[in-house]
């Protein structure tokens, strides 16, 4: 997913008051094995580390390390130091807080299978759209990150005034302006009356297996819902719900 002329920096946030951690979770230790292995791509990758701010902990600490080194994209696994919870929907509090309050897209890595073990060795990006303004910058986003060949489904429900057939013209333009040349679909789901838009779409998300064809690698989607001016710095109740599913990785943009 990285281009070769991307600069990756890997950032870590300390606090050296914790001095009953593990040898292989000590600062010492982490600068350098990542020192190592960030040295191989040169000019390319560094890492950075900061002892976390007292008055602002760890999650605000690792927002400001991230905001200093002109991050565009902010990648995290989803469990926290203390490893994968009994219930897999609980996840890590830093994961959950920057997921919320991000000024910058946030991937969520759960399924770290990596392309060249994927049938083809194409990922498969699903993204919310229904011709909002914020379902373009997702989408923008999401081809951008794109290889031209990798496959995408855009997903949207069933509502009055939306209209299909433009949706896929409007995806068809963004693509061919971002030279996306891969395989590509539109699933419209059909919006049953007892179940809500975010159920339906849920549901269909929850269908996708590994073992099945149509698996979506990647679902993106903004990270606020319909309700955010009465919510504000609330996740959207969709991208809750994918933030919270055990294995899909998910890519959120933030509200402008």
Not at 30 to 50: E, F, N, P, R, S
Not at 114 to 121: D, F, H, V, Y
């Amino acid at each position: 997913m990285r281009e070769k002329k991307d600069c990756l920096v890997v950032g870590h946030v300390y606090n050296s008051k914790k001095e009953y951690l593990p040898f292989n979770m000590k600062p010492q230790y982490l600068q350098d094995m990542y020192q190592a292995k960030t040295i191989m791509l040169g000019h390319y990758a560094h890492y950075v580390d900061t002892e976390v701010n007292p008055d602002l902990g760890v999650k605000i600490t690792l927002q400001m390390l991230a905001k200093d080194n002109n991050t565009t994209i902010m990648v995290t696994g989803y469990n926290g130091v203390k490893g994968p919870k009994a219930d897999p929907t609980i996840m890590g509090t830093n994961i959950s807080y920057l997921s919320e309050n991000t000024e910058t897209p946030v991937l969520v890595i759960k399924d770290a299978r990596r392309r060249e073990n994927i049938p083809g060795k194409l990922y498969h990006y699903g993204v919310c759209y229904d011709g909002s303004d914020a379902s373009k910058a997702t989408l923008e986003t999401a081809l951008a990150m794109m290889k031209p060949e990798d496959r995408l489904t855009t997903i949207t429900v069933h509502e009055p005034g939306l209209d299909d057939d433009k949706i896929e013209s409007m995806v068809n333009e963004m693509r061919k302006k971002a030279g996306h040349s891969g395989p590509y679909k539109h699933v419209a789901l059909d919006h049953e009356m007892t179940v809500t838009i975010y159920n339906t779409i849920k549901n269909y998300l929850k269908s996708q297996v590994p073992s099945t064809p149509d698996y979506i690698d990647w679902i993106c989607l903004g990270n606020t819902g319909r309700g955010y001016e009465a919510h504000q710095n609330k996740l959207g109740s969709l991208a809750n719900a994918c933030l919270r599913a055990k294995r899909m990785n998910v890519l959120f943009i933030p509200k402008k």
